[in-house]
């Protein structure tokens, strides 16, 4: 991860999200739970945000959510999905990023490949939900506790 990266996006991240704003008026991203044969779940640390937080991203023009989910779970820690994703939930963003909502997928089966993004993902982990990093970000967590400790879902990030 380069040093420029973590000096810079704490500046330019809240430009995107202006310019995000200005040109939309609702955001849609994705979050994938990726869960291997150990029962462990995928997780990953972003160059520009703290903890640990659930691969994902924004839907693109002319993507679908199922399509985007793959996408970034590919981009961000090489998985090649080998069935369609599940949706699980969806959550309204609107404490981190007004007009945003939030959907969150399973995926069971897949292969590990090189992934496709470099610079934003400063590293990738696989976790038993029941011990997950201390610095584990507080909407993964949540997500996590609903899918697996059958917490009721809540539709706020």
Request: overall charge negative; glycine content about 10%; aromatic content about 10%.
């Amino acid at each position: 991860m380069s040093t420029w990266r973590r000096h810079v996006e704490p500046f330019t991240r809240p430009l995107f999200f202006a310019w995000s704003r200005l040109t939309r008026g609702k955001t849609l991203g994705v979050r994938g739970v990726a869960v291997d044969a150990e029962g462990r779940v995928l997780l990953v640390k972003h160059t520009y945000l703290a903890g640990w937080w659930l691969p994902g991203g924004g839907v693109d023009r002319g993507e679908t959510t199922q399509d985007a989910v793959v996408r970034e779970l590919h981009e961000e820690a090489g998985l090649i999905a080998r069935a369609a994703p599940v949706l699980i939930s969806i959550h309204s963003n609107e404490r981190f990023f007004p007009g945003d909502h939030v959907a969150v997928f399973r995926i069971d089966a897949f292969d590990l490949d090189e992934r496709t993004s470099h610079g934003e993902i400063a590293e990738i982990g696989w976790f038993p939900p029941s011990a997950l990093p201390e610095d584990t970000h507080r909407g993964t967590r949540a997500r996590l506790a609903e899918i697996f400790d059958g917490v009721q879902t809540d539709t706020n990030w």
